[in-house]
């Protein structure tokens, strides 16, 4: 049974950064693309980063780019994400997701086999 876990979310002011942390058990993380998606208040979830199988790749939704960066360590089973100055419009529930056949410069949350529950990132201003 795959499982994904995510942690490193929290409490932070405006300007602060913090770096998310997704490990997959189960099966070896190199047989899936990943993804972070968010959901904030009484929105749907959405596409935040994604990263190829290899690591070669990756892509961003325009509200983070430049901001954000999406990184994965195979051997570690883990991918990252990286949050630089965060904004309060970054408040959300981060999820991380784990695709087998679906890739691209953005990624969507029908093309993800499995889901972490979550970890919430609050910005105060």
């Known amino acids: 049974q795959v499982q994904l876990l995510e942690s490193g979310g929290g409490s932070v002011q405006a300007g602060d950064s913090l770096k998310l942390s997704c490990t997959v058990s189960?099966?070896?993380?190199?047989?899936?693309?990943m993804a972070w998606f968010r959901r904030a208040p009484g929105q749907e979830r959405t596409f935040v980063a994604g990263?190829?199988?290899?690591?070669?790749?990756?892509g961003y939704a325009d509200s983070v780019k430049g901001r954000f960066t999406i990184s994965r360590d195979n051997a570690e089973n883990t991918v990252y994400l990286q949050m630089n100055n965060l904004a309060p419009e970054d408040t959300a529930v981060y999820y991380c997701?784990?695709?087998?056949?679906?890739?691209?410069?953005?990624?969507?949350?029908?093309?993800?086999?499995?889901w972490g529950k979550g970890t919430p990132v609050t910005v105060s201003s």
């Open positions: 997701g784990a695709a087998s056949h679906h890739y691209g410069p953005t990624m969507a949350p029908y093309g993800m086999d499995h």
């Open positions: 990263i190829s199988w290899s690591g070669l790749s990756a």
């Open positions: 189960g099966r070896a993380i190199n047989l899936y693309a």
